[in-house]
């Protein structure tokens, strides 16, 4: 299948937004794709391009303006930068899922969340009807679940030393509690990042 790769720029309240779009021929359903706390490094591309390639539209943001970090140092301070505005954060991934969502008005979409991103996930599927899957890698965040229409299935592993299995554990356990059609794996003798391949 041949897949089209575009960078696109949205305007986030003045400031602009690179977001990156992996689409298939004939506009598929939408999956929005939230990096960790690394950035929009290449492997969260091609994780947009193995969606496509999979008949998804696939769009994931860039946080940091072309940045990443390439080490914890760096991707804590890029990280800082961005999350210390809690509201510019926040409308930065509504503005990401709201183009999404205009390539196909009125269809549900997906989110996919790794770490600081799977935050940003739960936080957008708790509140959003229109999302109907969300898929989490290593993280996670306790928030109000009471109106979260989306099925949830995360991912854990065993050896984390930055989000231990209990939180996740916390997580499932007040989703399921507000109604929430969750499933958690737990993944044996991995650590934190185990899905990200670089």
Known sequence: ???????????????????????????????????????LKPFFK??????AELGYTALAPDYYGGRV??????????????????DAMSAMIQAAKDHLVSL???????????SMGTDWAVITAAKEAGVAATVLFY????????NMKSKVLGHYAET?????FDQAKEMEQNMKSAGVDVTIHLYPGV???????D
């Open 139 to 146: 993280g996670g965040w306790s928030t109000d679940f009471s």
């Open 1 to 39: 299948m041949s897949i089209q790769k575009s960078k696109i720029v949205l305007d986030v309240n003045g400031k602009l937004l690179n977001v990156y779009l992996a689409s298939p021929p004939g506009g598929r359903p939408g999956v929005l794709v939230l990096p960790s706390w690394w950035g």
């Open 104 to 114: 196909r008005p009125g269809q549900p979409i997906g989110i996919v969340g790794f």
């Open 191 to 197: 650590a934190h990042w185990f899905m990200e391949e």
């Open 69 to 86: 970090g390439n080490t914890i140092d760096e991707a804590k301070e890029l990280q800082q930068g961005v999350e210390s505005d809690f």
């Open 160 to 164: 984390d030393e930055w989000v231990p």
């Open 46 to 51: 091609e994780v947009c391009d193995r969606l």
